[in-house]
């Protein structure tokens, strides 16, 4: 039996107090740091549990000390190996350190003892996609996509991960169909208007058209949906129609950024709206803006076509 010192059996009637009158271990305003000191005295004192490492961990993951999270995630693992939530962030955690392998490992483990929890196994699922896309497969993760949508098809995300995969791939009409499923199992906003992007990636310019306009009436912050309108109409052969709505676009996206502010979904949509009316250089200087302020993939595979465009 461990034997404390005067000093430490203070400290640690103190600590119990105060434990006894939080009604919560953390108050609403402590912050990472703060809640990985908290943790930290519980593990000295009460010892190491698998919530307690694995709380830390997250707060660790928070402020990028990702091989101090990997570590306390491993010996979760070893105290409870049966907890699959713990080797999910594990997963999470090796990737972001660039441990595609070990992370695909972690995930496997997982799913080896998932078979009765479904909710966890579909998640464990989408995240194994999600390495499989950064390691360049991308048939397999589109299987691990629908099979985890196929187990939990409530999550509007998963949805929309899945969409952008097949948009990569090609897939429109599965795309088309899959979005279509999605707005009826989910009912979600997001989805509809990633429906219209599929209509125009897929070439159905008329039908996009039917479902843009009634958006472009209603919103009172026009531009995405006036971008999305010249897509159609450069489609449907109205060229000049469409360079209305795309000189319209930069305007309105002129105004909202005002002097200095960097916003990358709106220095992507400008970037766009200048690429479909030709101004290439223009778009190029928008595009690599909203890169580095942080856009996704999209801005980034318009990016690298235009660069690779002749004479762009």
């Known amino acids: 039996m461990r034997i404390l010192c005067s000093c430490q059996r203070l400290h640690l009637g103190l600590w119990i107090g105060l434990l006894t009158l939080m009604p919560g271990r953390l108050t609403a305003h402590a912050g990472p740091e703060h809640e990985i000191a908290e943790l930290t005295e519980e593990i000295l004192f009460f010892g190491a549990t698998s919530d307690r490492l694995l709380q830390r961990a997250i707060e660790y993951r928070t402020l990028g000390r990702l091989k101090e999270a990997e570590k306390d995630l491993k010996q979760a693992v070893s105290l409870q190996p049966s907890q699959i939530g713990i080797r999910r962030e594990l997963a999470r955690v090796q990737f972001g350190i660039g441990q595609t392998k070990e992370a695909l490992q972690s995930v496997e483990s997982g799913l080896r003892i998932s078979e009765n929890d479904l909710d966890e196994r579909a998640s464990l699922l989408m995240l194994r996609g999600e390495l499989q896309v950064a390691d360049g497969k991308h048939e397999k993760a589109l299987s691990d996509f629908d099979a985890a949508i196929q187990l939990h098809p409530a999550n509007a995300d998963w949805f929309l991960l899945r969409s952008g995969l097949q948009r990569r791939l090609g897939k429109h009409e599965a795309r088309l169909a899959g979005l279509k499923e999605g707005i009826r199992r989910t009912g979600s906003g997001m989805l509809e208007i990633e429906r ?117």
């Not at 479902?211 to 006036?226: D, F, H, N, T």
């Not at 000189?247 to 690429?275: C, H, N």
């Not at 200087?285 to 996704?296: P, Q, R, T």
Request: no cysteine.
């Open 196 to 312: 219209t992007e599929a209509l125009l990636d897929a070439g159905h310019w008329a039908l996009a058209l039917k479902q843009i306009q009634p958006e472009l009436e209603a919103s009172r912050l026009k531009a995405s949906w006036q971008i999305r309108r010249a897509r159609a109409l450069i489609g449907l052969q109205r060229r000049a129609e469409a360079e209305t709505d795309l000189k319209l676009a930069v305007t309105e996206i002129e105004l909202r950024l005002g002097p200095g502010l960097k916003e990358a979904s709106l220095l992507g949509d400008r970037g766009f709206a200048y690429e479909l009316l030709g101004q290439t250089k223009q778009a190029l200087y928008d595009y690599l803006a909203a890169m580095e302020a942080g856009s996704g993939l999209e801005v980034q595979t318009r990016l690298k076509a235009l660069q690779a465009a002749p004479n762009p």
